[in-house]
């Protein structure tokens, strides 16, 4: 499956983003969905998580309150409200898809998509 991630760019603090991950095949519906980034200079992350209906979602302790993770499967998109944002928030944002269902915890996935910009000022 090809992920394509849009919606980044430069914001200031205090301003909110939601970023988009379009996939390829019609079986993205039954894939979980994890949203990751990369700081500058830093490791990847984990950001967020969704399984595949929905139900289910998972978030790193520094986005909790800020960012929500949502999906669409008619449109075979994923998304990531990001608001509240802060300087400590810029990086490259990844998308990523799991075709075996595991547990949102386990944080593997089998798919990556290329990577948006964001970039918050202060």
């Known amino acids: 499956v090809q992920l394509q991630a849009s919606g980044g760019g430069l914001v200031r603090a205090g301003a909110s983003l939601r970023l988009s991950c379009a996939a390829s095949?019609?079986?993205?519906?039954?894939?979980?969905m994890g949203w990751f980034r990369q700081p500058p200079g830093k490791e990847r992350e984990f950001v967020a998580a969704?399984?595949?209906?929905?139900?289910?979602?998972d978030y790193a302790d520094s986005v909790k309150g800020r960012f929500t993770i949502s999906r669409d499967n008619a449109k075979n998109t994923v998304y990531l409200q990001m608001n509240s944002l802060k300087p400590e928030d810029t990086a490259v944002y990844y998308c990523?898809?799991?075709?075996?269902?595991?547990?949102?915890?386990?944080?593997?996935?089998?798919?990556w998509g290329q990577g948006t910009q964001v970039t918050v000022s202060s």
């Open positions: 095949r019609r079986t993205f519906s039954s894939y979980n």
């Open positions: 969704i399984t595949w209906s929905g139900g289910t979602t």
């Open positions: 990523a898809a799991d075709e075996r269902n595991r547990r949102l915890t386990s944080r593997t996935y089998d798919y």
